[in-house]
Structure formats: C-alpha cells, structure tokens
C-alpha cells in the first residue's frame, strides 16, 4: 500500500533549481536511504515531504492516516521538564486515556450514572491500553534511552540543560518511542557514538514502519535499508539493494549513460551535418527537413557531468616549541569538575583522536586547553609561537549573507579572485558562492568553514567533530588534508574510520574518571 505518491516535483531556491521533475513512491514498510552528493538537494526534499516547504510544481500525497514523524531541531524545550518527562510524552495520548479511567472509576463509585454504561466505557478505555502495550511504557522508555546514552545524563535532569547533541539525541529518542508510520531522519547517527550507532543500526533494521533515511555513514545506511533514492543532477534513480550493492549499480549505470551521450552526440552532429549541406539543394531539400524532425524529435541525453572533487591543504604558518599544550592537575568542566587531576602534553607534530562518549565533555576540554573556559583547578601552559585555528562542531545560525561574503569578510586582505578560488578547491560551484549561508545544505556550510580554516594562519589544528554533514568524498578529501598537515593536530571525531589510520595517539578521556 501507497503510504506516499511524489508527483512531478520541482524546486527551486531563486535562479539555482535544486529538484525537477521528481516522482517516486513510498510503500509500507520500505526502508529508504536517500543518497546524494553535499547540495544535491536532500534536506530540500524532506523539507518539502515534512511540509515546510511548498514545492514550487508538483504536488505530495500522503495517505490520510499516516503518522509522519521528523527531527525538528527547532522544538522547544522548556524549562522545568524532566528528560523522563519529556519522553513520555510520545505516550501523551494513552497517559490521557489512563486519566479518564481513574475519572470513570471515582464516577461508578459515587455517581448515580447508569453503571453499565460506564463500565462499558470504561472497558474500551482498558481495551486501548492493552492495545498499545501501555503497561510496558517504563520499559520502552527505558530500553530507547539507553540505547541512546541518554540514561547516563539522568532522567531526571532538566531538558533545558541539554546541549546541542543531547539535544538531538533526546528528540530522536522521543521520535522511535511515537513510532510514526513514517521517519524522515535526517543524519541521525551525528551526535552518536559507536555503541549507540550499534543498537541504532539493530531497532531500524528490526523497525515495522518505513523510513527515509539521510546519512554519511555509509556502513550504518548499509545496513537498515533495502531501497536507495539516488539525487543527483535535480532527478532521482531508485537502486533496489543496500549501499553497497548501489555503488555496484552506479558505476554501471553511469557508464551506460556516458556511452548513451556519446552515441546520441554523434547522431546529432551527423544528422546537423547532413541538414546543413543539403537544406538550401531542391534535390535534396525534402531529405533534409525530414532528418530535420528527426532532430527535433530527439530526447536529449543530459551530458554526464561530475561533481567538483574538493581538495583541502592545511598550511602551518611557523612550527612553535617542542611543547605545544601542556596542562598539569587540571579541572575541567563549569560550576563542578567534569575531570580532576588531569595531566596532558601535547607535543609538536602531535596528531591526537580525542575521543568518548557523547556528553563526556570533549568539547568543554578543547575549549578549556583554548582558554575559552576557565580551568576549575590547575594550570595550562601554552608553548611559544602556538597560533591555533579551531573548527567548532556546533554551527551558530545560519546568515544571509553569501560564502563569498562570509570568506572574504574574514579574509578582507585576500582578492576576490583568491577566496572564489579557495572556495572551488573546497567543493562550492559559483552557484553555491552566491546564496546565503542559511539557504546552503549543512554539508556546503562545513565547506565553507573548512576554506576559512585552510587561509588561516595558525600551526594546530583543534577540530571538533568536523565530519559531520560531509558527502563521503569530501571526507575523504579532508582526511587525506590532515594526513599531509605538517603541523600539529588535537581531533574530536565519532568516526574511527576516520582518523585511526594516521592519528598518533589516541586520548581516551573515558580511562580518565
């Protein structure tokens, strides 16, 4: 059964088309992943199929009793409720319905009500509960929120204290626990770690409902869906297998269309050829205007064109000393320590994996060896001539202005010529340089942050998670990047095939409790 019909949908964000002409179908049950390079228009089409965006042709049909379930990162989350709180409210409905029995209970008590008629009621409201597994609520809870890392923050801690990844961590929690007829997850595994991609990877993969799926992790994606939605130049290709069995396919299909173009091109040129030389003859004048419909006729093959490869280079400016970091019985959090008694040194030509659990504070120990946050106890002692450049993992609102805008303001003494060259090294096409950030893919902005990164002048590297939202191409490019960087590296990242091949060392921070 037809959960959703896409009819002929096109967008378009100004004068850059993002989708022409899409149309596909999701049944009950299918698990989906949609796959495309950075800005291929992923995020656009969720947008659309959630209904925050309205497609500019076309039109969206879901069944009228489907459950539609996305990650809203914009929800609020009010001060005064509890995590646990929060997610019971996936069951609000059934909570209601436990409401209304105990009503009904003191009603037959004490009211001169025809009783029949309320333990009729009463029944079908048990029958509801029984119906939706409602005793094992605690459990369902319990079970998501641990497969999540979401326990170990507390349940009983104010959602308002969240951070960005808990954050989202909590509102996909909450989401599997309503299991919607439809999830629409939009890179779930970002602010997850390993084991909790693991227990991720079995729920989707045992999930009764259809999804779509959006992610880079290609060895997560490969193994929950059973469908693929290639985006690419604006269409979308349905691939029947997982991602591995897709990439098999692409590479044939894309060589057919190559030789397709060619055959076609020559065709063309022949039958133009032909028309040329003997349209103004009267002997031949009726042959041609025939090879001239002929040519009108033809449905022209798209030249097959690649995306940009991104290729990033990190220069160091001057090497510092010998000792870049070193921190001594460090403190380490805000109002209480996270970690006490902490000893590090960080050397010159260092490359360090930072690595532990979501929450564990890997972020508040960059930017307490920064000096962004003030260490608790201890000292740090920076080395001389150590000029870092930091890549934060959490993205402040997206502005208006354009990347080229955004490059350039930071790098006013460069030409214009320099930062649109910079930015095509990065992956960006002109089309991209010129919107807004906020109008860009999550993907092109982290590009945009990386070209800024790669013309600052600094000798370490301090990033923090800067993975996320990349294609895997431009992942690849970036690691290649960081194994040729000659200076020094600190490397939050969630990705142990990202780094564990060329970093030289790795700062578990979860033996340091």
């Known amino acids: 059964m037809s959960i959703l019909d896409v009819h002929h949908v096109s967008h378009a964000f100004g004068d850059k088309v993002v989708l022409r002409d899409l149309s596909f179908r999701l049944l009950k049950g299918e698990h989906i992943g949609l796959v495309g390079a950075n800005g291929a228009g992923k995020s656009t089409l969720f947008q659309i199929l959630s209904g925050k965006l309205v497609p500019d042709e076309g039109e969206i049909t879901w069944h009228p009793k489907a459950r539609i379930g996305t990650l809203d990162q914009h929800i609020q989350l009010s001060q005064g409720k509890t995590i646990l709180e929060f997610l019971q409210g996936a069951f609000h409905d059934l909570f209601d319905t436990e409401n209304e029995m105990m009503i009904l209970t003191e009603k037959m008590r004490t009211s001169t009500e025809d009783l029949e008629q309320l333990l009729h009621h009463y029944s079908q409201l048990q029958a509801k509960l029984d119906r939706h597994d409602f005793y094992r609520i605690p459990a369902k809870i319990e079970e998501v929120a641990a497969g999540l890392g979401i326990t170990q923050l507390g349940l009983d801690t104010d959602v308002s204290k969240l951070s960005g990844g808990q954050r989202t961590k909590l509102l996909l929690a909450k989401l599997l626990l309503q299991q919607p007829d439809v999830l629409l997850l939009d890179e779930p595994t970002n602010y997850l770690d390993v084991s909790h991609i693991d227990w991720l990877t079995l729920y989707l993969t045992d999930y009764p409902n259809a999804f779509i799926l959006i992610t880079h992790n290609t060895t997560f994606m490969n193994h929950v869906v059973q469908i693929i939605y290639h985006l690419e130049h604006k269409k979308v290709t349905k691939y029947t297998g997982n991602y591995e069995q897709f990439l098999e396919a692409y590479d044939l299909r894309r060589r057919q269309i190559h030789l397709e173009y060619q055959k076609q091109q020559e065709?063309?040129?022949?039958?133009?050829?032909?028309?040329?030389?003997?349209?103004?003859?009267?002997?031949?004048?009726?042959?041609?205007?025939?090879?001239?419909?002929?040519?009108?006729?033809?449905k022209r093959i798209e030249k097959p064109t690649m995306n940009p490869k991104p290729t990033f280079s990190f220069s160091v400016t001057n090497q510092p000393d010998n000792i870049v970091f070193q921190a001594e019985s460090l403190d380490i959090g805000y109002d209480q320590p996270l970690f006490s008694n902490v000893n590090l040194q960080l050397r010159r030509g260092d490359k360090i994996a930072l690595i532990g659990h979501n929450g564990i504070g890997k972020t508040t120990t960059l930017k307490t060896l920064l000096g962004e946050i003030p260490e608790l106890n201890g000292c740090i002692s920076i080395g001389d001539c150590v000029i870092p450049a930091f890549f934060e993992q959490e993205m402040g609102v997206a502005a208006k202005h354009t990347a080229l805008e955004e490059v350039w303001g930071n790098y006013p003494n460069l030409t214009q010529k320099q930062v649109r060259q910079t930015l095509a090294r990065c992956g960006l096409k002109t089309e991209h340089i010129f919107q807004s950030l906020a109008s860009l893919s999550g993907g092109e902005q982290t590009k945009v942050r990386l070209c800024k990164l790669m013309l600052a002048k600094s000798n370490i590297l301090i990033l923090d998670e800067p993975t996320n939202h990349l294609d895997v191409e431009t992942k690849n490019a970036l690691k290649k990047a960081l194994q040729d960087y000659t200076g020094t590296l600190l490397l939050v990242s969630h990705e142990a095939t990202f780094y564990q091949d060329w970093v030289t060392n790795v700062w578990n921070m979860e033996k340091w409790q």
Do not use: C
């Open 267 to 298: 065709e063309i040129t022949k039958l133009e050829t032909y028309i040329r030389k003997n349209k103004a003859r009267a002997s031949t004048a009726k042959q041609a205007k025939s090879r001239e419909k002929k040519l009108h006729k033809i």
